[in-house]
């Protein structure tokens, strides 16, 4: 089992930044990749970014010039920095880890909401 921990949601301005972090543990052998997706109200949870073990990363149109994932300073943890946030990117967000040998796991979420 893996477990996924995320913090650092809240509230901010359109403009502002935030900073996600996730932390996974548990029986954890390879995670494959670690990433972020989010639901914002009455929308489906759609994808927002991820990185590799390798280090390659990737994100969603909609966030790329803004968001950047990274790798933690701590074995397994990965963050988001959010920059010139949007009203449109409130949402919960969800840490996600895919290991290829056990499959995918999820965070419990975390709250971010951008006021107008």
């Known amino acids: 089992q893996v477990q996924l921990a995320e913090s650092g949601g809240g509230l901010v301005q359109a403009g502002g930044s935030l900073r996600l972090s996730c932390a996974a543990s548990g029986s954890i052998g390879t995670i494959n990749t670690m990433g972020w997706y989010r639901q914002a109200p009455g929308k489906q949870r759609e994808w927002v970014a991820l990185?590799?073990?390798?280090?390659?990363?990737n994100s969603a149109d909609s966030v790329k010039g803004r968001f950047t994932i990274s790798r933690g300073n701590a074995k397994n943890t990965v963050t988001l920095q959010m920059n010139s946030l949007k009203p449109e990117d409130t949402a919960v967000y969800y840490c996600?880890?895919?290991?290829?040998?056990?499959?995918?796991?999820w965070g419990q979420g975390t709250q971010v909401t951008v006021s107008s």
């Open positions: 990185i590799t073990s390798g280090g390659l990363t």
């Open positions: 996600h880890a895919y290991l290829r040998s056990a499959g995918d796991y």
